[in-house]
Each structure stands twice: as structure tokens, then as C-alpha cells.
């Protein structure tokens, strides 16, 4: 669970589906060139050790963070200008238009409203962080680094008051033990992306009566990236063959215990920009992939089950992690079957996370690589930026396409939302005729949580799995 986000707000929040809604921003305009934003800031909001939170609290906050080379996200990156009007008044000026810069205001990190005195010398953008002082519902009382963080109600806080008075969240850091600790009552709620639930311990949680088990459909996808310079894979008929070789139903029912669904296209619904028409992608024809293979050219000439083309056979390394993500192994070793089953030999590589990450951003040690999306605030723009986009350093990551990323370019630029859309549709539509990758399954977002909690919701981040400010203890 991410502490940031209870304690720091940003000017804009993220809302379902992407929707952008006001934060500590109660509105803003945005120029017609689309490069400079001007928010009018809510009064009255005082940050949790009284002292006022306003324009020059917001300036102050970016500048500690905007000139950081670490921090390469748009905002940062592209920032000409940061102006304070008047107290409740600041605009920001861009060298470039790019509509996810709100987006990226929702960010939890590290776009979110410090107080000039959390620092020492107080208001001195490069002085010494001393305490957690921000405008959110919680503030800090004690933390215990690698065990557990205790938060209170702040009492300056500007909207509706938490009806819980005090929540601590513990690090747990074996899922198991997470587990026996829901059981035992130790912990009231677990799960999200910081702290999974083991699929496998589903159906303990469901038979248990003092635990309900609690889905919500996730922003993010897993995936299976080709590399684009191995030969076989170049071939539109060997990866389309891959894609209608992939049973997706059996790994959500069979391995994942329907916890998420099929994946239709890179992305699910959940993500803006995504539609029931523009969400498409192959399903499961074994027979049809073993066509799509002979129209390459490849055949089982020697009657070993796996075909060749010019005497060698397809045969391809596919490489996965377990330390982060632990049901990629049973996934791959079923996509290892289903490929074999229509001729296609796959090696499974396992590798730690270093050599893994090694692997698919600098060697490109593969010639398959399983992956996921990021979550939230960063999809569809950022993703397909980092991953289907060249930079000036590196050519790009999943496929390399230049019509591809003429597309993203014009999606990310445009201040006009149709045209946006329209150059989404199009995205979508062409990763899914290039079958520029093999689309595997959408996870749920579970959380289980003590039948003693009530008033649960699912937040719509990760940063935020949870409407904090909600949850309350019913009577026992």
C-alpha cells in the first residue's frame, strides 16, 4: 500500500476510466496551443501543520523535484515556465503540447504538495526534507522502515474526515504470511499490486467466513513481447500463428482461478481510449496457427512434431521472471505446450529479475520475452511511448514500426479529443493486424478483507487500491 498518496494530494485526481477530476486544483484552463495550464487553486486547504497551502506552496513543491534528472516524465522534462498569479492562482508553461500533463499531475510520485516547512531551512527548494507535511486526510504518527507505518486523521483536512481514526499498514513481505495473517485477524485487508494475494490461496480466502474476497477489473495486461530481429518472428504468419495458438480462456479458468479475463488487444477496458469496438484480438484456433505456419513455408518433414523451414527447425527461447510475478512459470509452461502442439519448439529461460530486465531493455537476449503493461495513469500514452517508440538513444522495445509511432506522436500531441481517438483506433487497430505481440490475459486487481470492515471500495489506482476515507469497523 502506498503511503504518499494518503498523506499528499496532487491538483488533479484520477478518476475511473482515466477521468480527470479536481484535486487541490478546484478547476483549470489550458491555452488553445495547448502548452500552457493555469489552475485555480481551492482556498481555505491548510497543509497538516496549519500553515497555508497556496500558489507559492505549489511552486515550491515542483521546483524540488522538476530540475531532478531522475524524474523523466513529461512535466518535469517539458516545464518552461512555473508562474504564481496570485495566491490561489499559478500557471505552468510547456515547450510542447502533450496532453497526458494533467495525467501525469495525478501521478503519486512525485507531482504531489509538500509544505514549504517540511524542509530545513523552511521553504528552501533544496533544503533538507525533515517531516512528512502534507494536505491529504492522513499524516504520519510513526513509521518503523521494513515493518510498519502508523497514520492518523489530519485534522486540517480540507474534505470529509476518515471515519476510521487511525490506520497502521504493515509490511508483509512473503504473500503467505500475508495470508495466515488475514487468518489469524493480525491484518484486516491485503492484496492489490503492493501486497498480492497468491492465486492459489483464493480458494482459502473464499472458504474462509471471516474474510471476503473482493475483485476489481485491473488497468494492466500481461503479455508476450517478439523480438523483432529474429528472423521466424518477422513473418506476420509465424506471429499470427502464435497469437491463435494461445487457449486464453484455460489460463484464466485453469491457472488463474478466474481471477481476470481474456485479453482482447493490449490493453483493457479500464484504460481510456480503449473501446468495445477498437479492443480486438485473435482467439483460439490451433488449426488455423498450424495453416498460417504451412503458408510460411514451415513443415514436419521428419515426423518429430515440431516443423522446419530449409532444414532447420522453428524453435524459439522464451524468457520469463518468477521473483515479482510467480504464476508467469505455470502461464509459460502452458504456452509451451499449445506452441508445441502446433509444431513450435520454445525453450523456457527463467531469470532473475536483474537479467530479465537486463535481457528485455539493453541484450534483447530472446526471442520471446513474457511482460506487463504499466498500471494506471501511465496507460495508453506512456506505455506505447516506452515500449513501441524509438528515443534518441535506443531504437524500440516491443516492435519497431515508424508508422506506428507516427500514430503515438499524433495521439500524444493533439488537443483535440476526436482526433485523439481516432489516433488511438488506429494504434489498436494496427498492433492487432501486425500481431505485434501475443495478447495473454487482463489480471483483477483482489483484496481480501475482514468481514468486520465495512464501508470497502476499490480505489482506481494503484497508489490508491483503496477509498481510505471510507472504511470504517461495524460492529462485532
Not at 511552486?59 to 496570485?86: C, G, H, Y
Not at 524459439?316 to 512459470?329: G, M, R, S
Amino acid at each position: 500500500m502506498n503511503v504518499h498518496a494518503m498523506i499528499y494530494d496532487g491538483l488533479v485526481e484520477y478518476g475511473e476510466k482515466g477521468e480527470l477530476m479536481p484535486a487541490l486544483a478546484e478547476s483549470w484552463d489550458i491555452s488553445a496551443d495547448g502548452k500552457t495550464y493555469t489552475f485555480h487553486l481551492q482556498q481555505g486547504v491548510k497543509f497538516s501543520d496549519g500553515t497555508d497551502f497556496n500558489a507559492a506552496a505549489v511552486k515550491f513543491s515542483f521546483e524540488r523535484w522538476i530540475k531532478d534528472p531522475a524524474n523523466s516524465i513529461n512535466v518535469a522534462t517539458a516545464m518552461q515556465s512555473l508562474d504564481v498569479v496570485d495566491e490561489h492562482t499559478i500557471t505552468m508553461t510547456f515547450n510542447k503540447a502533450y496532453y497526458p500533463f494533467l495525467t501525469e499531475l495525478s501521478f503519486a510520485r512525485p507531482v504531489r504538495m509538500i509544505s514549504p516547512s517540511a524542509v530545513e531551512p523552511a521553504g528552501d527548494v533544496t533544503g533538507k526534507f525533515i517531516k512528512a507535511i502534507g494536505t491529504g486526510a492522513w499524516m504520519a504518527e510513526s513509521y518503523k522502515t521494513d515493518q510498519e507505518a502508523v497514520l492518523v486523521r489530519n485534522p486540517y483536512y480540507w474534505g470529509e474526515q476518515p471515519k476510521l481514526s487511525k490506520i497502521i499498514l504493515k509490511v508483509i513481505p512473503d504473500p503467505q504470511s500475508r495470508v495466515l495473517a488475514l487468518q489469524s485477524g493480525n491484518v484486516d485487508i491485503a492484496g492489490g499490486q503492493f501486497g498480492k494475494i497468491p492465486v492459489e490461496s483464493v480458494p482459502v480466502i473464499v472458504s474462509d467466513s471471516s474474510l471476503n474476497l473482493e475483485k476489481a477489473s485491473g488497468t494492466n495486461s500481461i503479455f508476450m513481447i517478439f523480438n523483432y530481429n529474429t528472423p521466424a518472428l518477422q513473418d506476420l504468419n509465424v506471429r499470427k500463428a502464435i497469437n491463435l495458438a494461445i487457449n486464453k480462456k484455460s489460463i484464466v479458468q485453469d491457472l488463474m482461478n478466474g481471477i481476470g479475463s481474456e485479453a482482447k488487444g493490449l490493453f483493457p477496458l479500464t484504460v481510456p481510449y480503449v473501446t468495445d469496438t477498437n479492443n480486438t484480438w485473435y482467439g483460439f484456433e490451433p488449426e488455423e496457427a498450424k495453416q498460417l505456419l504451412a503458408d510460411a513455408g514451415y513443415s514436419d518433414s521428419n515426423g518429430d512434431g515440431i516443423v522446419e523451414k530449409n532444414g532447420a527447425p522453428l524453435e524459439l527461447d522464451f524468457v520469463l521472471q518468477q521473483a515479482e510475478f510467480p504464476e508467469w512459470k505455470s502461464i509459460s509452461e502452458l504456452l509451451q505446450s499449445e506452441l508445441k502442439e502446433i509444431g513450435i519448439q520454445v525453450n523456457l529461460q527463467v531469470l532473475e529479475p536483474n537479467a530479465y530486465y537486463d535481457a528485455l531493455w539493453t541484450t534483447k537476449a530472446y526471442d520471446m520475452i513474457m511482460y506487463r503493461t504499466y498500471d494506471d495513469a501511465y496507460n495508453p500514452h506512456s506505455f506505447l511511448q516506452s515500449l513501441f517508440h524509438k528515443t534518441a538513444e535506443a531504437p524500440a522495445v516491443v516492435w519497431s514500426d515508424a508508422s506506428l509511432e507516427s500514430l503515438i506522436d499524433t495521439a500524444v500531441g493533439t488537443t483535440d479529443l476526436q482526433e485523439r481517438q481516432t489516433s488511438y483506433d488506429s494504434i489498436f487497430a494496427k498492433l492487432y493486424q501486425q500481431a505485434m505481440f501475443a495478447a495473454i490475459y487482463f489480471p483483477d486487481d483482489i483484496m481480501a478483507v475482514n468481514t468486520r470492515v465495512t464501508g470497502f471500495k476499490p480505489g482506481y489506482t494503484t497508489f490508491t487500491p483503496i477509498f481510505w476515507n471510507q472504511l470504517d469497523i461495524g460492529e462485532e
